[in-house]
């Protein structure tokens, strides 16, 4: 089974040009996830999507950051313009929301490396 | 909220020791889940182990164990015959239900370096 897939892998980018990532989760995992993670720090969720329903975006800065999950598969994170303080690795993982269940586990991609110059 | 603190920036341990990190944290719900993931240079989150926190018992994974401590709100990884693939970074998660679903709140993380 394949897992999360991201990419790029790494990107790097003059500050205030835009950028966008892309994150493919697990085959038939209806919930995914976008966090941050700045250096040396854990990560941070910016949104979750169930479906193509984010349905917690209360730590997106949506002055520039924006994401979608469009027929609730795949997903798209962008940033636009891209600040200094933006560089960082951005994870995407997924799950399968069993609503039975409190915990389901999260599958987490390789992220993608962020660096603003 | 939830918070997660890991005061062990790095750690190492020699091959085949053994070695505890340590985690404190701090929730409001009454269930939750706790965890310890790997995160080696690949940057790939792995998980190592989880604990439900209405189960006394500690959980156990071949090698790693944890010491769950409710009532002071520790939550602390031993890592037994270590090895080198065991260099990486570990981080402690809490995870709440209810209306913070979905949400995984993570420590700063400690550097272990096992060494040869």
């Known amino acids: 089974e394949a897992g999360v897939v991201q990419s790029p892998r790494y990107k790097i980018i003059e500050k205030k040009q835009p950028v966008a990532f892309w994150c493919n989760p697990i085959s038939g995992h209806n919930t995914l996830y976008w966090y941050r993670q700045n250096l040396g720090q854990g990560p941070e969720l910016l949104i979750r999507y169930e479906n193509e329903e984010a349905v917690d975006d209360s730590q997106l800065p949506k002055d520039r950051f924006s994401a979608e999950r469009l027929k609730g598969v795949d997903s798209t994170l962008k940033i636009q313009p891209a600040e200094l303080g933006d560089s960082a690795v951005y994870l995407c993982?997924?799950?399968?929301?069993?609503?039975?269940?409190?915990?389901?586990?999260?599958?987490f991609g390789p992220g993608t490396r962020l660096t603003v110059l | 909220a939830q918070t997660v603190t890991q005061s062990q920036p790095e750690m190492s341990v020699q091959e085949a020791e053994t070695v505890t990190l340590s985690c404190t944290y701090d929730?409001?719900?009454?269930?939750?889940?706790l965890f310890w993931y790997k995160q080696p240079p690949s940057r790939q989150m792995i998980l190592v182990i989880r604990?439900?926190?209405?189960?006394?018992q500690n959980a156990t994974e071949n090698r790693f164990s944890v010491n769950f401590q409710k009532a002071a709100k520790s939550f602390s990884l031993k890592i037994s015959d270590s090895q080198l693939g065991d260099t990486a970074m570990y981080f402690c998660?809490?995870?709440?239900?209810?209306?913070?679903?979905?949400?995984?709140?993570f420590g700063q993380g400690t550097i272990l370096t096992v060494h040869p």
């Open positions: 993982a997924s799950s399968l929301r069993l609503r039975v269940k409190i915990y389901n586990e999260q599958f």
């Open positions: 929730t409001s719900e009454n269930n939750y889940y």
């Open positions: 998660a809490t995870h709440a239900g209810g209306t913070s679903y979905g949400k995984l709140t």
């Open positions: 604990q439900e926190a209405y189960k006394q």
